[in-house]
């Protein structure tokens, strides 16, 4: 059975404090890999897709990385507006998707 | 405003009753995706069609059915409704089927009493 964690699961940043979130994941055969941003009662809002290990992408502060077992999402310089509940989902050759329980960021100004 | 619009917003209903949620997808997307949102679970793929024909199923109760219109719009019909059903019912869509980037609507939140 497909599978992903992610952790932690809430992370409290000062502002302009760089971390990252980790993914880890295991798929029987991978299609794509998934970052999504949700903020409190919306619907997640598309960041990055990842295909194959080595790939990176970036958007702003924001960057995602892809390794055959997990990714990373590294926020650098975060600021308050970065603030939100971070997903990562997995979508296996067939087609079915998973989602992990998501990673709630907190930037304080 | 992503382009996807799922209504009603909000329903309330009882225990062993039916109903219905609508998406409309971006203008030009194929593909329709199903989601439940509740706080035990976290998001669950449920089922994905693509123009119109079933493509992937996810963990979609047998009580659970769905389907997607000539116009591209999908409906998500729940039945025999149980107080564990309550949650938000997310619908996405994307141009194409496959690892592309999805865009979600705002959400049905069903509350079951």
């Known amino acids: 059975e497909d599978q992903v964690t992610q952790s932690p699961e809430a992370l409290r940043l000062q502002e302009g404090e760089s971390s990252s979130l980790n993914c880890s994941y295991t798929?029987?055969?991978?299609?794509?890999l998934f970052w999504y941003r949700q903020d409190p009662g919306k619907g997640p809002e598309f960041l990055f897709t990842?295909?194959?290990a080595g790939e990176e992408k970036e958007k702003e502060r924001l960057k995602a990385t892809l390794t055959k077992k997990e990714s990373f999402l590294h926020i650098t310089a975060p600021k308050p507006e970065d603030s939100a509940t971070y997903l990562c989902a997995v979508q296996a050759l067939a087609g079915k998707s998973t989602f992990g329980d998501g990673t709630t960021l907190t930037v304080k100004p | 405003d992503s382009g996807v619009t799922q209504t009603p917003k909000h329903l309330i209903t009882a225990t062993g009753q039916r109903v219905t949620l609508r998406c409309s997808p971006r203008?030009?997307?194929?593909?329709v995706y199903w989601y439940q949102q509740s706080l035990d679970q976290g998001l669950q793929f449920l089922i994905h069609?693509?123009?119109?024909?079933?493509?992937a199923k996810g963990n979609i109760l047998e009580r659970f059915s769905a389907q997607q219109f000539p116009d591209l719009h999908s409906e998500l019909n729940l039945s025999s409704l149980e107080l564990g059903d309550s949650a938000l019912y997310f619908c996405?869509?994307?141009?194409?089927?496959?690892?592309?980037?999805?865009?979600f609507g705002q959400g049905t939140r069903l509350t079951v009493v």
């Open positions: 996405a869509s994307s141009l194409a089927t496959g690892s592309t980037e999805a865009f």
């Open positions: 990842l295909y194959s």
């Open positions: 203008s030009g997307d194929l593909s």
């Open positions: 798929v029987s055969g991978l299609r794509g």
């Open positions: 069609y693509y123009n119109g024909e079933e493509r």
